[in-house]
């Protein structure tokens, strides 16, 4: 690929961006979450079509209409958010892709064919399940059988292990070398510099839209390509030791969901006041519905969730709504930004504001006054330095990721709570967003808040984190203090119940 | 009481036709993740084309239904244009079309003259000795060319979806048109035919009610067919072959309404009037009260798709 | 497919922005900057004065040129009676229009206006023929006795949907002629006007009967114009509405914070059905003076109308409800003068919502030729 370029609306998403890549190789592309790696392999899977630049396969230039296009000249990507149908099983949705001349034949050819590719690889996927059932990795692997019946050479990957835990994303690796050397062209989309460094042959890293350079991963210094992907050096914020007090909220046998699948089972833990208490696991094992609970915006079908009072005795907290929540000192910061925390189509002032309203900060009942509405919001985006506010009566909707989680951030935590319950806090945020949030969290727990951290990251739960709860399958199957030892901590993860 | 029975079992599947065709029909178009609330207009659409058709061609059924089925499909082109061409919002395009085929229709009608004109419409189709059988006979073997093909046009549609490849694309249209896209299938191009079939067998459902059943057009008399229809869909869980048994119970319920006046008993006539409405409430309740009716819904019902849209 | 290069490394010419035409590969962008008001506005108004035009074209299909449509036009708001017969019209459609506008903006379809119309009228007649009350607090018994009736009404749906879930549009519209047959049978049976037998209730009595203040200024519109600005400041200024436009934006999140949801969209859509429900008390009561058989007929489609053209913002709405009143002045005098049948207004109505709607797509869209 060559001299790429694209924009959406005024936003350059890529910017002369440059690609080289051979058979057989698994090739790693890295940069930091909105460097354009998926805008750049949109583009070679024909999803979408560039302003400017060329691509060019085996010698011959190549421009796609559109994805069937991309299919056909044997591109074929497997999406960060896969485009599967929940309601088909695995063949139905390989057959999609690879459309045959009858519809009954064609399933029965078609499985064949995902038996075929399926055993070369050793893999191993139920075919008969409605895709929705089946867990993250398996459908990954639907997404990668797919592909790969449709006759890709091309195989492009975005972000795959994100959603995997480490030795589910080693053994899924593995078996992209294993691809590549049978003459696939693997590209690899990422932003974990030890994924890179182990799985890839070589590297382009990108920052900004623009491909800066490309290296051979094995040899690269991980300061190097740190400092290419980021333009600059980012001190992480470090946790100093810290001694915490009470305890402070204790959740006891937590469960919610249908008896025959329960999403929490029996989920306990007690948060100190001065405490980070992080909550690692891979997504989908009942981190939202725990986020929820604690909200106030789910009711759990059994346990309880109280509060220590300063003069002692407990609080029973569980009947109560997001209201009372609040009022009893809780902040929740969900992982659907543009879903749950903020409204796009209504102002940044406004965003802000309505944590405060119904205390009468901005009128009364019969008066809101947008004035002072203004002067609040502009003083809480130059503390919390969000970016990109030409008014504060824009629309949020146009707030970056990272600038929406500051804002989010800052009106959580300007109502002083005493507990807060971040869930996946730096998920699609640059590094520099990311240390600002980190730096925020640390600095809320030295002020004595209890912290609640629930992330799929496991390097941002183990660089917070004073005590660490591992989830599975809706249940908290151990703790750990800090330090924790990972590798304990990732066979807690994948452990069976 | 015997009698009582032959003569309401005998009326009901020519009352359950148009239910049953304007389901489906809607089902056609829903299960490729488009809501058709527009079903109420296009079935009056689809009634007055039956009778200007069966006029202008001096009498012929076949022109008259399919002039019933060309009207629907033009004026749902509008619909389609609006709701995959410029993304308007499925509910508010689905009620300007129902209003603007009121109007349309209604101002057509009494222009041409063609409101309140009978016609000899489309006879019945006894089938030779059969209908002389006792009890099933009347029951069912005298009634209308449609209402015999009823039965197979369900099934038939029911295949195509599960079956055929075209049915399977249109399937994975409706429960993630972004996978589907990825997959290299047109999204819009798609919709825009299933929108299309889809409101030709609801025309045809409104050409049936002027052209067989009252065989003459008035201004609304459909009274609100299509709305109940789109209720069915939901009831009948998107399943084409469940709607017709759905059909069969509402058509069941509007046969009754005559027959207990025949039978002399003394209701209010317009409480009976109300009874399919009613009907089509306490089925909505009983299915809420009962399973978990929305997740039978296909995926991306009601939500328009664009690919390029900034991530 | 267009082919796009011919050699290795050829960069493709730049893109032209904004052409509209579609070429074979057209792209659509949406526009994230938000669209200055003015220009939205422009948008919108262009696009419904294509829908009158495209009206006037039927109308012309239909037997009426363009011209006597215009001077028909004119004599309308010249003409005095025509103007006070504008104003009488646009007391209902107000109401409606608020009420459809305050219901959209708690995202619940109140499709049932007409229904709560009929239910209102019914309970002020019931009212009127049982002589409840003095005869000065009768008329407002009557409205209070409609309010509550329409009230009543939309409760139905409400509770449906708070309950089990089930979709009000539906449920609005099937009540709607449930509505419908109960009139008809009180207006057929028991109500019928013992002096003529027509199909409508007896006339009510002076008492009964909206005022008209200095020979041309109906009390009903004055009613209309306090609950405009009752909606204005209920939806743009007090804390209530502040919160409903979070729960209109992102419910998920207005509960999240705290706002009590489910009782901020319950009285709002009560509210809703007690304006539909006065609009049925306004109509018998300021305009026939009696009870009759299709006075609802098109008003619950015109508060869509309006409610969506005015963006379901009240002083708009009042604006729109005054146009589409004119409209149906004008289709009346067309209905006596052209025989053009009432459902035409209908028709204008419904081609105006869809050129409006379509338009959206531009204040939305971008269009970007790509070669």
């Known amino acids: 690929m060559s001299g790429v370029r694209k924009s959406f609306g005024a936003f350059r998403a890529l910017d002369d961006a440059s690609l080289n890549i051979g058979w057989g190789e698994v090739h790693a592309i890295l940069g930091e979450n909105g460097a354009g790696k998926s805008t750049l392999m949109n583009v070679a899977a024909g999803l979408y079509s560039a302003d400017a630049g060329s691509l060019v396969i085996d010698g011959q230039p190549c421009a796609f209409s559109g994805p069937r296009d991309a299919i056909a000249h044997g591109v074929g990507m497997i999406h960060q958010h896969f485009k599967l149908v929940n309601r088909f099983n695995a063949v139905e949705n390989v057959m999609l892709a ?86 696939v062209a693997a590209v690899l989309i990422t932003h974990k510099l030890r994924d890179v460094q182990k799985f890839a042959d070589r590297v382009t890293v990108m920052r900004a839209g623009r491909t800066i350079a490309t290296l051979d991963a094995r040899t690269a210094p991980s300061d190097e390509l ?99 929540r609040r009022d009893s000192g809780f902040a929740t910061v969900p992982a659907d930004r543009q879903g749950q925390a903020i409204a796009s189509s209504i102002s940044v002032a406004e965003n802000y504001a309505i944590a405060h309203v119904h205390e009468g900060k901005f009128g009364p009942w019969y008066f809101v006054s947008r004035a002072s ?110 330090p924790a030892d990972r590798q304990a901590i990732g066979r807690a993860m994948v452990g069976h119940v | ?152 046009v369900c099934w038939a549609v029911n295949r195509v979806l599960n079956s055929t490849n075209l049915g399977f694309r249109l399937r994975a249209v409706g429960e993630n048109p972004a996978a589907a896209d990825a997959a290299g299938i ?120 664009v690919r390029e849209e900034r991530p | 497919m267009s082919d796009q290069t011919t050699g290795a490394v050829v960069p493709a010419p730049p893109s032209q922005p904004k052409v509209a035409a579609k070429r074979r590969r057209q792209l659509v962008l949406e526009l994230r900057l938000d669209m200055p008001l003015w220009a939205r506005g422009l948008i919108s108004v262009s696009a419904a004065l294509l829908g009158l035009i495209i009206s006037a074209a039927i109308l012309a299909l239909a037997g009426v040129e363009p011209s006597s449509l215009l001077t028909e036009f004119a004599s309308a708001v010249a003409d005095p009676q025509s103007l006070r017969a504008i104003l009488n019209q646009s007391a209902p459609l107000i109401l409606v229009g608020i009420a459809a506008s305050i219901a959209f903006r708690a995202r619940f379809w109140n499709l049932g206006l007409e229904g709560q119309m009929i239910m209102g009228g019914i309970a002020a007649t019931a009212v009127s023929l049982g002589g409840i009350g003095s005869d000065d607090a009768r008329i407002f018994l009557m409205g209070l006795a ?48 013992p002096v003529d037998s027509f199909p409508h209730s007896a006339s009510y009595s002076a008492a009964e009967r909206l005022p008209v203040l200095a020979g041309w200024l109906q009390v009903g519109m004055i009613v209309a114009v306090l609950l405009v600005l009752l909606a204005f400041w209920a939806l743009q200024i007090s804390r209530a509405g502040f919160y409903l436009r979070f729960i209109h934006a992102n419910a998920a999140m207005a509960d ?63 604006v729109v409800a005054v146009l589409v009143a004119t409209l149906f002045v004008v289709g009346q005098s067309l209905q006596i003068f052209y025989q053009i049948p009432f459902a035409m207004v209908q028709l204008i109505q419904a081609i105006i919502v869809m050129c409006v709607a379509g338009a959206d797509f531009f204040v939305r869209h971008r269009i970007i030729l790509q070669r």
């Open chain 3, 256 to 318: 999240r914070m705290g706002v009590k949801t489910g009782r901020i969209v319950a009285a709002v859509v009560v509210a809703s059905g007690a304006i539909a429900g006065l609009a049925g008390f306004v109509i018998p009561s300021g305009m026939e003076g009696r009870l009759t058989q299709g006075f609802f007929e098109g008003y619950g489609f015109s508060g869509v109308l309006i409610a969506f053209l005015a963006q379901s913002n009240p002083l708009a709405a009042g």
């Open chain 2, 1 to 152: 009481m015997q009698d009582f029975v032959i003569t309401w079992l005998s009326s009901v599947p020519s009352l359950a036709l148009p239910y049953a065709l304007a389901s489906v029909g809607l089902i056609v178009s829903e299960r490729a993740g488009v809501l058709s609330l527009g079903a109420e207009g296009l079935m009056l659409v689809g009634a007055l084309a039956g009778v200007g058709g069966y006029i202008l061609s001096d009498g012929s059924d076949l022109a008259a239904l399919s002039a019933s089925m060309i009207a629907a499909g033009i004026v749902s082109l509008l619909f389609a244009a609006l709701v995959v061409g410029l993304r308007v919002n499925q509910v508010i395009a689905g009620l300007a079309i129902v209003f603007f085929c009121q109007g349309l229709t209604n101002l057509i009608g009494t222009l041409t003259g063609w409101q309140n004109r009978a016609i000899a419409g489309m006879p019945d189709l006894p089938l030779g000795s059969l209908e002389n059988l006792p009890i099933i006979g009347p029951v069912l073997f005298r009634h209308d060319l449609l209402v015999y093909l009823l039965v197979p």
């Open chain 3, 146 to 193: 409609s309010a509550l009736a329409g009230i009543a009404w939309v409760a139905i749906p409400l509770a449906l949907k708070f309950f089990l879930k089930i979709n009000e549009i539906i449920a609005t519209l099937l009540l709607n002629y449930v509505a419908q047959y109960a009139l008809y049978d009180l207006l057929f049976g028991a109500w019928k006007d």
């Open chain 2, 186 to 305: 047109s999204v819009p191009g798609t919709r825009i035919l299933a929108i299309v079939a889809g409101a030709m067998l609801i025309g045809l459902a409104g050409g049936y009610l002027s052209v067989v059943s009252a065989k003459l057009w008035i201004a609304g008399m459909t009274s609100g067919r299509g709305w109940i229809a789109v209720a069915l869909v939901i009831f009948a869980r998107w399943k084409p072959m469940q709607a017709l048994m759905g059909a069969f119970l509402f058509g069941g319920i509007e046969a009754l309404i005559p027959q207990l006046n025949a039978a002399g008993v003394k209701l209010p006539q317009y409480y009976l009037v109300m009874t399919p409405y009613l009907a089509t409430l306490a089925v909505m309740i009983w299915q809420a009260l009962g399973s978990r009716p929305a997740s039978e819904a296909p995926a991306a019902l009601g939500q328009p798709y």
């Open chain 1, 98 to 183: 690879s459309p045959r001349g009858s519809y009954r034949q064609g399933l029965a050819e078609v499985s064949r064919d995902i038996k075929r590719h399926a055993d070369a690889i050793g893999f191993s996927v139920d075919l008969q399940q409605p895709v929705g059932m089946l867990s993250i990795a398996e459908q990954q692997r639907v997404e990668i059988l797919k592909a790969l019946v449709a006759g890709a050479r091309i195989l492009i990957l975005d972000e795959p292990t994100a959603v995997l835990a480490d030795d589910e994303a080693a053994k899924l690796l593995q078996t992209v070398q294993g691809l590549s050397r049978s003459g």
């Open chain 1, 373 to 482: 509405m203004r002067e609040t919001a502009v003083s809480a985006i130059r503390e919390a330095d969000v970016q990109g506010v030409r008014s504060v009566f824009q629309r949020a909707g146009l707030l970056s990721g990272g600038n929406a989680q500051k804002l989010v951030m800052e009106r959580e935590f300007s109502r002083e709570p005493s507990i807060i319950v971040v869930h996946s806090p730096s998920r699609g945020l640059d590094v520099r967003a990311c240390a600002a949030i980190h730096r925020r969290l640390l600095a809320a727990r030295d002020d004595g808040v209890a912290v609640v951290l629930i992330s799929e990251d496991l390097d941002e739960v183990l660089g917070l984190s004073d005590r660490i709860g591992v989830m599975t399958a809706g249940r908290i199957v151990a703790e750990f203090d800090a």
């Open chain 1, 226 to 324: 740190t400092m290419l992907a980021v333009g600059s050096k980012i001190v992480p914020p470090i946790r100093r030791a810290h001694s915490s007090g009470i305890e402070r909220l204790i959740v006891r046998g937590l469960s919610y969901g249908p008896s025959e699948r329960p999403r929490l089972r029996q989920v306990s833990f007690s948060v100190r006041e001065g405490e980070i208490y992080g909550i690692a696991g891979v997504g989908g094992n009942g981190q939202t519905e725990l986020t929820d609970i604690l909200a106030g915006v789910r009711k759990p079908t059994a346990g309880t969730i109280e509060l220590a009072q300063p003069l002692g005795g407990h609080f029973d907290l569980t009947s109560g709504g997001p209201g009372d």
